[in-house]
């Protein structure tokens, strides 16, 4: 007691935070997780039953005396027996049907794949990128300030707004395809960008890349600023190729930031949602995120719940994989 | 110190105050009731409806009316979630009639058997019969809708293409396209969700199949058909849909698509294109066949406002109002009294219209038309798109679709 | 090490390249917003420009609309109260979590950290189901608060590294002057901490002003702008939701130019020293 005496105004500090927290992320993962484990075609025909009953009711309280109720009750009489029966049917009670459902449906193992290629494809573009003009950047030369502002511009774009001009750029008879035309390298043929496969994944990563480039940039400039000049000046006395020196110096010094900059990343390119909907569509190139999103448009909610937590598995086994082997390297 | 104090709280009251608006409502600016409707329409459709149709009523009834715009997909989930949480903010849909049932079964609409009367002699009967569940009325008509064959007036000018009127002579264009400019130039609806359902059921009817029975000799035709057709289409008929053909069309990636009549709108009007026009449909084996789209009429069983509500579907389908949507947006009326003049250069597409209603059939109101829908997006993509046997997939599906469908009943 | 890099003409090329395929998405987009529809539907566009000139013909039309400008007035209420409410809450926590020994701080980063990894689709039905329960579907404060879920760890982020950064030392003098808790925190923290917490906020702003998904789930009626862009861009209204777009962009450009001077990539690293 003599903690919350003292510690009260932290405690008070803190507690918005993690309420909120606790409250709107944990127990909605909670509630969603629960959700995936109840077979789907017992999910949909239990919520149809129990509205319709709850409805009954509120229609029998709010009729006037006067007016004949049979016709409702009878009605309420058979939901409630359709209700029972549903209970005992061998579909309630948890299940991994919307499991074995989702793993064994083409569409969705295409979005799994798709989903992986997007985030480690982008992953490997946007750190090789960034890195580049974070080097750049870190070196004075004229207009490098105008560059920077240049460089920064796409993080201030909406994610919808990138999706529509990307729209613009990527159609069949849009910009992309006209300035190969233009250059002799496309005949009378365009390419289908958005014809899945390799070439939708490269046109979402590429446009993802764009949008998202900026952050990287600024982390990686916060590491290279990090290194003390003195390390520098070091390796600069030691006489050996700069490549060496970038490999065996600079990116280990840069380790944490590194590692911040792609699992921040990662999280991000698993999830990416909007672009890839208003871009290619959820036909031919199926991510797990639109495809949770479709399946809530159908109203199959335990189907988008079990698929919504496949995704957060992948992501924290990514995540975790990923620092279990950065920690590894460290301790050797 | 005080200032920094007094700037804080007054922050404080400030974002407190900001907050009582938020969520607070919008304040009824007129003395009288406010009558909320929502429908699915395009901006210039949006522009009639707040210059032409709603000032006369709410003269009249001296109320006003707030109108807001759920696209079709979502209306269902936000009237049934607003209706759970009994905070009915809407009180009459413009209903796009794709999905009838669920809201017949999950109880959200007003039984309108006693409000009959509304629906005057000179309506369409054929109209309203599609409108009863278990002999009871639950929607009234509001506007019909059908898709239309666009072309392009340049390449089809009769010299060079004809414009196919039947299968055999749609595949013969597409060929002769496909050959001449190295892509296809005509697209069908091919985005695996509604746009291909209701383009696969044009297909199906016409070969005088049932969509829900699935692998009928009907069935089999039209995905035999499209199978054939699909590898002399557009690459763009995997994006094509409601909303995408218009810009296809208009930019000379597609000569000859069906779509929804709101193309003249963004077709002509919005992207300033003179060389499109439109004709009814193609003929399959079993003659022509279109589907009824359109919207209907429906009260949301907890509105506040019913009377206001009734008296709104009752203007709707009112003479003066049906002759004005005609005029001003072209839309087939549901009246044989309301012939209003079209303007010269809808005329033609007009005309498309009234002759493709003539040839239109419903879709089948039951309650498992989604699970309908999936089945036939799938067998789109593995027969159409990636070639598979056409009847082991119909077989396969069909089944499936049955076991689906028992589920629902 | 950089020196044979740094060559002026091939640095400048691919800066220019660089450059270039950087900005050419955004001016294709304000061109859209005022071209002649005529010049852009064509099967062979102009890379540049066409040959039809400018026509403010989309922007007097949106106007007209009467759509824009509630949807505009929402989007600004939603953000700048996210904007007040996420940094209300996440500073006083960030504060105390930066001073907090090591085993509770880790746990506290990881926290919000994890909670940052669930897709929001996942997230947004049952938020949207118990937002239902609540009455606060299709509000503007639903909205609010659901951008406050989707705002608030990235926010005690980026906090927690401003405070990290503010030297223990200044507390303890200041205690050893005789003032209690709240007094130092209000003489001594808070000044320190503002260009952090400023820069914080104008983030949170910027999500909240470009938010979709929460938007799309929680949303019935009256519009924020990206979504009433997404209505014109799935009806197939390219100038309009050109015309939108900008609008979006705007105070955005603006506020990032701002920004990007104070932005202090330490901000960002934010726990990556623990």
């Known amino acids: ?112 794949v798709n989903t992986l290629a997007i985030t480690l494809l982008g992953l490997a573009l946007q750190f090789v990128v960034a890195m580049s003009i974070a080097l750049v950047l870190s070196r004075p030369f004229r207009g490098k300030g105008f ?43 365009p390419i289908d960008w958005a014809q899945g496969g390799w070439l939708s994944i490269g046109m979402v990563v590429f446009a993802d890349t764009w949008k998202v480039l900026p952050l990287m940039v600024l982390l990686f400039i916060a590491g290279l600023e990090a290194i003390p000049q003195s390390v520098h000046e070091a390796s600069q006395i030691d006489g050996s190729p700069p490549l060496y020196k970038f490999f065996t110096v600079t990116l280990p010094l840069m380790k944490p930031y590194i590692t911040i900059a792609l699992i921040l990343r990662a999280i991000d390119a698993f999830r990416i949602f909007e672009l890839p909907l208003i871009l290619a569509g959820t036909a031919t190139t199926p991510l797990i995120s639109t495809f949770t999103y479709s399946e809530y448009t159908r109203q199959n909610y335990n189907l988008s719940a079990a698929s919504g937590t496949i995704l957060t598995g992948i992501i924290l086994l990514f995540v975790f994989t990923y620092l279990y082997i950065v920690e590894r390297d460290t301790n050797a | 110190m005080h200032y920094t104090r007094r700037v804080t709280l007054g922050l404080l009251l400030g974002s407190l105050g900001l907050v009582r608006v938020s969520s607070g409502g919008m304040a009824s600016l007129s003395s009288g009731e406010t009558l909320s409707l929502s429908a699915s329409l395009g901006e210039n459709e949006w522009k009639v409806m707040r210059e032409h149709v709603f000032p006369p009523f709410e003269a009249r009834e001296h109320c006003r009316i707030r109108a807001v715009n759920i696209e079709a997909g979502d209306t269902l989930k936000k009237i049934e979630v607003m209706h759970r949480a009994n905070r009915m903010s809407i009180d009459l849909v413009l209903l796009d009639n794709m999905n009838l049932a669920p809201y017949v079964e999950k109880r959200l609409v007003l039984d309108l058997t006693p409000y009959q009367a509304l629906i005057e002699p000179a309506v369409d009967a054929s109209l309203v ?44 264009v597409a060929q002769r396209l496909k050959a001449a400019y190295k892509v296809g130039k005509v697209a069908v609806h091919g985005t695996l969700d509604g746009s291909t359902t209701a383009q696969v059921f044009e297909f199906i009817t016409a070969a005088g199949g049932k969509i829900t029975t699935f692998n009928d000799a009907g069935s089999i035709k039209a995905f035999t058909f499209l199978q054939q057709l699909y ?133 089948p109101a039951i309650m498992g038309w989604s699970a309908v829908e999936k089945y036939v997006n799938l067998a789109f993509k593995d027969i159409v798109m990636d070639g598979r046997d056409v009847q082991t997939t119909l077989d396969t599906y069909a089944r499936d679709l049955q076991e689906e469908l028992d589920w629902l009943k | 090490m950089l020196k044979k890099l740094l060559q002026p003409f091939p640095l400048y090329l691919s800066l220019v390249v660089t450059s270039l395929i950087i900005l050419y998405p955004i001016f294709l987009m304000v061109r859209i917003s005022a071209s002649y529809p005529a010049d852009i539907m064509k099967h062979h566009k102009d890379v540049f420009w066409g040959p039809g000139g400018i026509t403010l013909e989309h922007w007097r039309n949106i106007f007209t609309s009467g759509l824009l400008l509630p949807s505009l007035f929402k989007s600004l209420l939603v953000a700048t109260m996210v904007m007040l409410l996420a940094i209300l809450i996440a500073a006083p926590a960030a504060y105390v979590i930066a001073r907090v020994g090591s085993p509770w701080k880790y746990l506290c980063i990881i926290a919000l950290f994890i909670s940052r990894t669930f897709p929001e689709v ?19 404060f639903g909205l609010i608060l659901a951008h406050l879920i989707k705002v608030l760890p990235y926010v005690g982020w980026i906090l927690i590294g401003t405070f990290e950064a503010i030297p223990l030392s200044l507390e303890e003098a200041s205690s050893v002057d005789g003032a209690s808790k709240i007094r130092t925190l209000r003489r001594v923290i808070f000044p320190l901490s503002l260009p952090g917490v400023a820069v914080a906020a104008m ?62 990539s330490g901000m960002l690293a934010g726990g990556v020293k623990s």
């Open chain 2, 231 to 363: 590898p002399y289409l557009s690459p763009e008929t995997k994006k094509a849909n409601w909303n995408t053909t218009n810009t296809f069309l208009s930019n000379d990636t597609l000569f000859l698509a069906r779509n929804w009549s709101v193309g003249m709108q963004v077709i002509v009007q919005q992207n300033q294109k003179t060389n499109i026009q439109a004709y009814a449909t193609w003929a399959g084996p079993a003659g022509r066949a279109t589907m009824i789209g359109g919207d209907v009429i429906a009260i949301t069983k907890r509105s506040p406002h019913q009377e206001l509500a009734l008296k709104f579907a009752g203007y709707f389908m009112s003479r003066e109002v049906q002759t004005l949507l005609v005029s001003e947006l072209g839309w087939p009326p549901i009246r044989s009294d309301a012939l209003g003049s079209v303007p010269e250069w809808q005329q033609g597409f007009f005309q498309a219209i009234m002759e493709a209603l003539r040839y239109g059939h419903y879709r």
């Open chain 3, 203 to 264: 983030l949170v702003w910027l999500e909240s002003w470009n938010e979709f998904t929460y938007a799309l789930y929680l949303t019935v009626s009256e519009n924020t702008l990206p979504l009433q862009t997404y209505y014109y861009l799935n009806r197939g209204g390219i100038f309009n939701s050109a015309a939108y777009a900008t609008i979006i962009t705007l105070p955005v450009m603006v506020l990032t130019f701002i920004l990007q001077r104070y932005i202090t």
């Open chain 1, 1 to 112: 007691m003599r903690f919350v005496k003292t510690y009260w105004l932290e405690m008070l500090m803190v507690l918005p935070l993690f309420a909120y927290i606790i409250g709107f992320t944990l127990l909605p993962i909670l509630t969603n997780i629960k959700e995936s484990f109840i077979d789907q075609r017992f999910g949909r025909r239990y919520d149809i039953l129990a509205s319709k009953r709850a409805d009954i009711r509120y229609d029998i309280a709010h009729t006037p005396e006067s007016e004949d109720k049979r016709a409702y009750e009878k009605e309420l009489a058979e939901t409630s027996l359709a209700l029972e029966s549903l209970q005992h049917s061998p579909y309630a009670g948890l299940s991994l049907s919307n499991y074995r459902k989702l793993l064994t449906d083409r569409s969705f193992l295409t979005a799994i």
């Open chain 1, 147 to 189: 560059f920077r502002t240049v460089v920064l511009t796409p993080l201030g774009i909406p994610t919808i707004v990138s999706a529509t001009i990307m729209t613009y750029i990527f159609d069949t008879s849009g910009y992309l395809n006209e300035v190969l035309y233009r250059l002799g390298l496309l005949g009378e043929v």
């Open chain 2, 129 to 172: 019969q599609p409108l009863t569940f278990d002999g009871r009325l639950m929607f009234f008509p509001g506007r019909p809708n059908v898709q239309i064959t666009y072309y392009n007036t340049d390449v089809f000018s009769g010299t060079g293409y004809h414009i196919p009127e039947t299968w055999d002579e749609l595949l013969a």
């Open chain 3, 122 to 140: 996942a997230i947004a039905l049952p938020v949207s189901v118990v937002f239902l329960h609540w009455h606060l579907l299709d509000t503007s």
